[in-house]
Nanobody, 119 residues
Framework: QVQFVESGGGLVQPGGSLRLSCAAS????????IAWYRQTLGKERELVAR????????TYADSVKGRFTISRNNVANTVYLQMNSLKPEDTAVYYC????????????WGRGTQVTVSS
């Protein structure tokens, strides 16, 4: 069965940094692109960052471009999201999954990890 286990979230001050990890299992990890998504109260889940299966190409939402970096380790079946210069509007639950199109994904969602940016 496919699982995503997100970790690394927490409470951080504006301008601070966090590194999120997504440990995946139950599918051929290296065959699929992986993306980070986030969801806040009153908003739809949004795509934050995406990385191709080999890790050679990355894309980012305009709101995080230049601040966040997605990467992956196909040996460890893990995707990372380095989050720098965090802003209060980055506060959300962060999830990872294998994207299809738009916000549709291949597999069931994990529990996510909470990121709270507040002074």
């Amino acid at each position: 069965q496919v699982q995503f286990v997100e970790s690394g979230g927490g409470l951080v001050q504006p301008g601070g940094s966090l590194r999120l990890s997504c440990a995946a299992s139950g599918f051929t990890f290296s065959s699929y692109g992986i993306a980070w998504y986030r969801q806040t109260l009153g908003k739809e889940r949004e795509l934050v960052a995406r990385i191709t299966n080999s890790g050679d190409t990355t894309t980012y939402a305009d709101s995080v471009k230049g601040r966040f970096t997605i990467s992956r380790n196909n040996v460890a079946n893990t995707v990372y999201l380095q989050m720098n210069s965090l802003k209060p509007e980055d506060t959300a639950v962060y999830y990872c999954n294998a994207p299809l199109s738009g916000v549709r994904v291949r597999y069931s969602w994990g529990r996510g990890t909470q990121v709270t940016v507040s002074s």
